[in-house]
């Protein structure tokens, strides 16, 4: 099961950078409107915890916790520039007053480094 869920987020990693998909694409499409939350990385000494979704947290893992949406639910995180496809990996609330806990490799990716307001959507 572990390396399934390796597999998944590493494909997950692969297909992270991207504005919104062309015709024919393989990712999902995006679902609804663009909201806004509050995110911010979390802590990096988690590493090599296992959350309650089961993913093991790694320095290359890419993913966010939340406190509604279901482990595995697909969505698209913007900030700036860039659009990520993740999934929630970690249940619970983010970092004192946020609603996403970003894992450190997807802040990265977006050039996080404290609570800022990001975009998401569903993903189908």
């Given at each position: 099961m572990a390396g399934v869920l390796l597999?998944?987020?590493?494909?997950?990693?692969?297909?992270?950078?991207?504005?919104?998909?062309?015709?024919?694409?393989?990712?999902?499409?995006?679902?609804?409107?663009?909201?806004?939350?509050?995110?911010?990385?979390?802590?990096?000494?988690?590493?090599?915890?296992?959350?309650?979704?089961?993913?093991?947290?790694?320095?290359?893992?890419?993913?966010?916790?939340?406190?509604?949406?279901?482990?595995?639910?697909k969505i698209y995180v913007g900030y700036g520039g860039e659009d990520v496809l993740t999934q929630v990996i970690a249940t619970g609330p983010g970092p004192a007053g946020t609603r996403f806990g970003l894992s450190p490799a997807l802040a990265q990716s977006l050039g996080i480094e404290r609570p800022v307001t990001i975009r998401w959507s569903y993903a189908r």
């Open positions: 597999a998944a987020l590493i494909g997950l990693a692969v297909a992270s950078h991207f504005r919104d998909s062309p015709a024919g694409s393989t990712l999902p499409a995006r679902v609804g409107n663009w909201y806004q939350a509050r995110a911010a990385p979390l802590r990096a000494d988690l590493e090599g915890t296992t959350t309650a979704c089961g993913v093991e947290l790694g320095s290359h893992t890419m993913g966010l916790a939340d406190p509604v949406l279901p482990c595995g639910a």
